[in-house]
């Protein structure tokens, strides 16, 4: 995959991207995915969506196409730099998304939700070097044999412990699906995505 989303989320009230820090006794800590990497509190009232957990729709209903393969389509056609933004046209902007999706759902996936994703892919391309999926799979399977090397004296310390206390840092996310079954499409401008996400196609975000 070209970007890790893992940790990038979009707040609902809060422009742009963020990178998760950690949970916070009233939010969730977060810095701003920009040249200034401005950290603050997303309060707990916000909606927190990590990208990662994020696909859009396709004409068949049993699948979807996951944010992170999206993204990779997107470059592999068009590079880092992104041919439309929010303020193009929407001849412009379907145009774009049908040429990465071919299939994506013209009645679920509305305008707004295009004009999202050309933001966020020019916020993360812009802020997050592009990896090739080889090279991220081999930068993986040095993380895991590293961590096994380091585990294995700490397997009986571990034993000794009954039931874990979840981390108090542990991600917090809604997830969802760009173009949302529950939004009308009048409310153009920024509905937020809740249905979670199918199994996806995967193709050779």
């Known amino acids: ?120 892919y020019g916020i993360v391309s812009k802020n997050r070097p592009y990896q090739a999926a080889e090279a991220a799979a081999t930068e993986k399977a040095d993380e895991t044999f590293a961590t096994e090397e380091t585990a294995a004296p700490k397997a009986k310390r571990k034993s000794a412990k009954t039931a874990e206390e979840p981390a108090a840092d542990e991600p917090l996310s809604t997830g969802g699906v760009i173009g949302a079954a529950d939004e009308a499409p009048a409310a153009e401008g920024n509905p937020e995505a809740t249905a979670p996400a199918k199994k996806s196609r995967k193709k050779a975000e």
């Open 1 to 120: 995959m070209p970007y890790e989303l893992q940790e990038l989320a979009a707040i609902s009230g809060m422009p742009g991207l963020y990178r998760l820090v950690r949970a916070a006794r009233h939010g969730v800590l977060v810095e701003s995915l920009d040249e200034k990497a401005t950290r603050t509190l997303a309060p707990a009232r916000n909606k927190v969506s990590l990208l990662s957990e994020i696909s859009i729709y396709t004409q068949d209903p049993e699948e979807t196409v996951p944010l992170t393969e999206v993204f990779e389509r997107i470059y592999q056609k068009h590079g880092a730099e992104s041919p439309v933004t929010a303020k193009s046209s929407e001849g412009e902007l379907t145009g774009f998304l049908a040429g990465v999706i071919p299939d994506y759902d013209r009645d679920r996936v509305y305008l707004s939700d295009i004009k999202k994703l050309a933001t966020w």
